[in-house]
């Protein structure tokens, strides 16, 4: 079971505006630690795809934006496109078991473009 | 650019020890920590822990009694040692590393898949 809470999937048409949630606790999200956002094809490496909650490294099309609240932070792609089918992953940095911390990651949402 | 280039025994049985390497081209040598990360088949990614140059190491809390991850014999080289290994860390191991100022993984090396099976 994983510390940060994804849907298991979510589905959209190509052109359409799809969102992703990441829902933590007050040991991650809501201890104010940034969320990340990884996009994993199979086989691949997975690629950050949005670094501190809202930035977009060099070379991420600008359709993908993210967002954060108080115990939860969301990754947007609008405009669907086919190249978009992938697993995404949200991490962040938890707390609760370790006085130091360590990296947690959600459980991955399956995007499928129908 | 930064590139990773990792490797390591592929099939290994219950109770043996596995060890993989990491090679950091390009950078990346200072102002970064060195990661491991794996992703079971069919699951999630899952931190391991890390290691800073010069500085020390921390582990994720379920493996931390398994894992250790140290440098190389060269300035741009880290290990992931997990012993006791069982069915269960069968699994795609990348190397990564994440800058200090952040802890968003950065760059990612290619998987090295590890199998455990008698």
């Known amino acids: 079971q994983s510390v940060l809470t994804q849907p298991p999937s979510v589905s959209g048409a190509p052109g359409q505006r799809v969102t992703i949630s990441c829902t933590g606790s007050?040991?991650?999200?809501?201890?104010?630690?940034?969320v990340h956002w990884y996009q994993h094809l199979p086989g691949t490496a997975p690629k950050l795809v949005i670094f501190s909650n809202t930035n977009r490294p060099s070379g991420v099309p600008d359709r993908f934006s993210g967002s954060r609240s108080a115990t939860s932070a969301s990754l947007a792609i609008t405009g669907l496109q086919s190249e978009d089918e992938a697993d995404y992953y949200c991490?962040?940095?938890?707390?609760?078991?370790?006085?130091?911390?360590?990296?947690?990651f959600g459980g991955g949402t399956k995007l499928t473009v129908l | 650019q930064v590139q990773l280039q990792q490797w390591g025994a592929g099939l290994l049985k219950p109770s043996e020890t596995l060890s993989l390497t990491c090679a950091v081209y390009g950078g990346a040598l200072s102002g970064y920590s060195w990661s491991w990360i794996r992703q079971p088949p069919g699951k999630g990614l899952e931190w391991i822990g890390e290691i800073i140059r010069g500085g020390g190491t921390s582990y994720s809390p379920p493996l931390e009694s398994r894992a250790t991850i140290s440098t190389g014999r060269s300035e741009n080289q880290f290990s992931l040692s997990l012993t006791s290994v069982t069915a269960a860390d069968t699994a795609t191991y990348f190397c990564v590393v994440r800058p200090l100022t952040a802890y968003y993984m950065e760059v990612w090396g290619k998987g090295t898949t590890v199998t455990v099976s008698s």
């Open positions: 007050s040991s991650n999200i809501g201890a104010g630690y940034d």
């Open positions: 991490q962040s940095f938890d707390t609760s078991l370790t006085g130091y911390g360590y990296v947690v």
